[in-house]
């Protein structure tokens, strides 16, 4: 059974730095693509950034490149998101996800979700 749970999430102020962690189980790294997602309260989910090993790719989302940072961890099986100089615009829902092989920008073809992590930027 795939499990995926995201955690590291906070109240931060402007300017602040956040690291959110993946934990994963029940699949393995190069195998699936580990993205975050992130949503707002009336808003579609939107890819912030995302890992694969197949293709040895990391995307970023325009809005964070520079201040975000994906890594992982093989030997733990995580996934970790470095979030810097964060932003009242940050503030959402982040999720980690997975998807078979390769990262992708459409939130509906992940195929496996965590729990989210609530992430607070103020101004």
């Known amino acids: 059974e795939v499990q995926l749970q995201a955690s590291g999430g906070g109240l931060v102020q402007t300017g602040g730095s956040l690291r959110l962690s993946c934990a994963a189980s029940?699949?393995?790294?190069?195998?699936?693509?580990i993205g975050w997602l992130r949503q707002v309260p009336g808003k579609e989910r939107e890819v912030v950034s995302c890992i694969s090993r197949s293709d040895n790719t990391k995307y970023y989302a325009d809005s964070v490149k520079g201040r975000f940072t994906i890594s992982d961890d093989n030997a733990k099986n995580q996934v970790y998101l470095q979030m810097n100089n964060l932003k009242p615009d940050d503030t959402a829902v982040y999720y980690c996800?997975?998807?078979?092989?390769?990262?992708?920008?459409?939130?509906?073809?992940?195929?496996?979700w965590g729990r989210g992590t609530q992430v607070t930027v103020s101004s």
């Open positions: 996800a997975a998807n078979a092989v390769f990262c992708t920008l459409f939130p509906p073809e992940y195929h496996y």
């Open positions: 029940g699949l393995t790294f190069d195998d699936y693509a």
